[in-house]
């Protein structure tokens, strides 16, 4: 109901139907009955029937107002739960980046004590680059 009377076919139509009630009223029927409208001028009847129509207006539009308002309140619900979820996850996510960040500054400094053995003892171990496979043994 919200759909049909909100657009602009209702609006055009619902101003056509109170043109051509007056004019049926007041022109037509008067010259052709002879003064004996069905619903003559101040259109007591098109006055009830507006009003009919603007009460159940009024309804649709609490209806309207009530629903629109439940699913706010869901999706607001569901932001917030959303929200806690992404919260967690952020958390967790920081936590395993510092945990990263500590097992590499260890690979860094294991790196450099091979490196220093390495050369104390006279040998290549520890020179090679991180990103290489490193020393290969041939026998």
Known sequence: MRNAMGSWTFVFV???V???W???NTVLLTR???HRAFDPYPYILLNLFLSMMAGVQ???LLIAAKRSDAVASEVAVHTEHNTEDLKVLVQENTELTNQVKQNTDL??????HVTAIGR???LDAGLFPPDSEGPHRTE
């Open 14 to 16: 619902f101003f056509a």
């Open 18 to 20: 109170m043109i051509a």
């Open 22 to 24: 007056a004019l049926v």
């Open 32 to 34: 052709v009955l002879h």
């Open 58 to 60: 009024a309804a649709a």
């Open 107 to 112: 690979l860094e400094e294991l790196h450099r």
């Open 120 to 122: 104390r003892l006279g």
